[in-house]
């Protein structure tokens, strides 16, 4: 009997991965289509019915093109960091509380932290294991900024851990019956959305491959496959925090129809971001994490301890 739930378990991940790798498909080519009308042009609409076939078409381009690498790299690690993304960023959904197989389980919140956290050794090995001054640079600033914006996304998951009472995701569900935490904790909400598109290397945060200045950063050396890989990887991690942001700040029913068209709706924002903010400069990144965000999650982090401990007073 265990292992016909390992079993089912298995197909039920592998199922989560082919839905979560068509989404990265279409949401690649939402954002072309999103751009294209921004910058008053109509984006991909040649292959299939108004461009629908497009990111299958680029994925084809991309797997078969040639692979090359720099024969100065560490090609074992230059190889496998792509792989090691992608894997991280898909084991992510993992803890999205889907209540059947091991997808629900009690401390999603330290799973999606720990992953989170590991995502930063692929960026730092790529641009390393390349062994060209433009990678480094862009791997050196990608660790910086994630570890950064880290912080403050850590801070305020435990101010919902405390407010909560529970390290799991699915308690959100539950404690969002009545009122969004939004409507609670605006600048919450507004710290963790800009702290994704920091973690996620999106405008106006993608100094880890800043093409004007570091020509593509971290993967300047990938091509075909690898380049891909981290292509996805990226798109795998931006659903996934528009997922975390319904889930945790617009109510979170994952039955309902509506959860995931807030889901599209925080996509659409991270595209919009993209098509208006030039890139922020590098320093002014710093200071935004270390003395605006951190000072404020640290405060609503302490106003929470405050209340709960308020709280448990009364019960006593």
């Known amino acids: 009997m265990y292992f016909k739930d390992l079993i089912f378990s298995f197909f039920c991940f592998i199922l989560l991965v082919i839905c979560v790798l068509v989404g990265v498909a279409f949401l690649t ?10 910058q008053i042009r109509k984006g991909p609409n040649k292959v299939g019915f108004i461009g629908i076939l497009q990111p299958f078409n680029d994925a084809i381009k991309l797997f078969t093109k040639e692979q090359t690498f720099p024969l100065v790299s560490n090609y074992m690690l230059f190889y496998f960091s792509p792989i090691m993304n992608l894997f991280l960023s898909l084991l992510l959904w993992c803890s999205l509380p889907y209540l059947f197989g091991f997808l629900s389980f009690n401390l999603s919140m330290l ?25 480094m640079l862009g791997g050196m600033r990608a660790v910086a900024q994630t570890i950064s914006y880290e912080v403050s996304l850590a801070l305020i998951l435990m101010s919902f851990m405390i407010l909560l009472g529970s390290f799991s995701l699915m308690d959100f569900m539950k404690f969002q019956k009545f ?15 800009v702290s994704s598109l920091a973690e996620t290397n999106r405008t106006p945060f993608d100094f880890a ?3 004007s200045e570091l020509v593509s950063g971290f993967n300047i050396e990938y091509s075909s496959g690898g380049f891909a890989l981290i292509f996805m990887s990226e798109y795998s991690s931006i659903l996934f925090m528009s997922m975390l942001f319904s889930l945790m700040f617009l109510g979170g029913n994952l039955f309902s129809m509506f959860f995931f068209l807030k889901l599209v ?5 991270f595209i919009w971001v993209r098509g208006t903010l030039p890139r922020y400069r590098y320093d002014k990144l710093m200071y935004l994490a270390w003395k605006s965000f951190l000072p404020l999650s ?19």
């Open 29 to 38: 080519l939402l954002e072309r289509k999103v751009l294209g009308y921004i």
């Open 111 to 135: 799973f999606f932290l720990c992953c989170m956290s590991l995502g930063v050794y692929t960026v730092m090995l790529a641009g390393w294991s390349s062994n060209s001054c433009y990678s």
């Open 179 to 193: 009122i969004w935490m939004i409507f609670l904790a605006i600048p919450l909400g507004l710290v963790w959305f």
């Open 209 to 211: 491959e800043g093409e």
């Open 265 to 269: 709706f925080i996509s659409f924002l």
């Open 298 to 316: 640290l405060n609503y982090l302490f106003l929470y301890i405050g209340l709960g401990m308020f709280y448990f007073s009364l019960l006593i």
